[in-house]
């Protein structure tokens, strides 16, 4: 068995969204799901995009995605990796590839200079954290996320 992992291409876009679908079915967001295959053509593989992805394959068959962008931190003075999604296919956990993906990026993150590898998982989420601690990951208990979306956000954009 051969575990692979190639940039994601425009041809890709149904697939990710596929993947997207699977994991917010199993984090129980599949309602918040808004995008479609248009939308990740453009948002992700658009001429303007900041954001990349990568295909995971076994064998040559797409297993799992992950969806990262570069962001900055104004303390360190360099700019790090944010890894927005991780997902590998429920039959083909274990194999490795989670961990395969995440050292992809780390090494990409160390090779850009990075000064961190930042994401979030959901406090429910106890196999992922588990698996997050078992590489070194630490939690960033003293951090607590906000965020504006839809008529939150359009409200005070305008106000």
């Known amino acids: 068995m051969t575990l692979t992992i190639r940039p994601a291409a425009r041809a890709d876009a149904a697939l990710i969204l596929r993947f997207i679908?699977?994991?917010?079915?199993?984090?129980?967001?599949?309602?918040?799901?808004?995008?479609?295959?248009?939308?990740?053509?453009?948002?992700?593989?658009?001429?303007?995009?900041?954001?990349?992805?990568?295909?995971?394959?076994?064998?040559?068959?797409p297993i799992g995605f992950a969806v990262y962008f570069f962001n900055y931190s104004t303390w360190l003075g360099k700019h790090g990796l944010y890894l927005e999604?991780?997902?590998?296919?429920?039959?083909?956990?274990?194999?490795?590839?989670?961990k395969a993906l995440l050292r992809h990026l780390a090494k990409m993150a160390v090779a850009r200079g990075c000064g961190r590898f930042e994401w979030s998982v959901l406090d429910w989420n106890t196999p992922a954290i588990e698996f997050y601690e078992s590489i070194g990951a630490k939690a960033q208990d003293e951090w607590i996320g906000y965020r504006l979306s839809g008529a939150a956000l359009i409200a005070f954009a305008n106000g």
Request: charged share 25%; hydrophobic share 30%.
């Open 85 to 98: 999604d991780l997902y590998v296919s429920p039959q083909q956990r274990g194999a490795g590839a989670g």
């Open 21 to 61: 679908t699977e994991l917010a079915i199993y984090e129980k967001a599949e309602h918040e799901v808004k995008t479609d295959v248009a939308g990740i053509e453009s948002s992700l593989f658009g001429e303007h995009s900041t954001t990349h992805g990568l295909i995971c394959e076994l064998d040559g068959e």
